[in-house]
């Protein structure tokens, strides 16, 4: 971009870590996500959910939950976007205790819970019997 005299902003940013998202590539959405003070850029929720969600496809749960309690302290309200990324990281690293907080923190801070969020708890449940506690 700079060859081409464009200035990356943060929907740029934004923009690159929903495609290591979706290539799995959860090193470099932190790597970008980082760079942005460097560049001046005030991280988006988006941002930080592309990330997240980078960090679930990479098996790395514990990242992705350190992402999400680190966003109250750069002043961003977590999305249902950036929970239900953080309840299928947990779900990925088999940790139901953890998805469960996640689902009674969403309603602490009146996040609205789907099909979505719902899914990413089940996931989770890795016992039969938690499973059919969601269903009833």
């Not at 923009?15 to 850029?41: D, I, N, V």
């Not at 679930?56 to 950036?82: D, F, N, T, V």
Request: glycine share 6%; hydrophobic share 45%; net charge positive.
């Amino acid at each position: 971009m700079p060859g081409a005299r464009v200035v990356p902003n943060e929907i740029t940013y934004s923009a690159a870590s929903s495609t290591c998202e979706k290539g799995g590539q959860w090193q470099l959405a932190l790597k970008l996500l980082s760079l942005m003070p460097e560049a001046r850029l005030v991280p988006k929720v988006i941002t930080y959910s592309a990330a997240i969600s980078a960090c679930e496809k990479g098996g790395q749960w514990q990242l992705a939950l350190g992402l999400l309690s680190s966003m109250p302290g750069m002043r961003m309200i977590p999305s249902q976007i950036s929970y239900n990324a953080a309840v299928f990281a947990c779900a990925k690293g088999v940790q139901c205790e953890l998805a469960l907080d996640l689902l009674g923190l969403m309603t602490q801070h009146e996040v609205m819970r789907d099909r979505v969020t719902y899914n990413a708890v089940l996931d989770a449940a890795f016992d039969k019997r938690m499973a059919a506690h969601f269903l009833t």
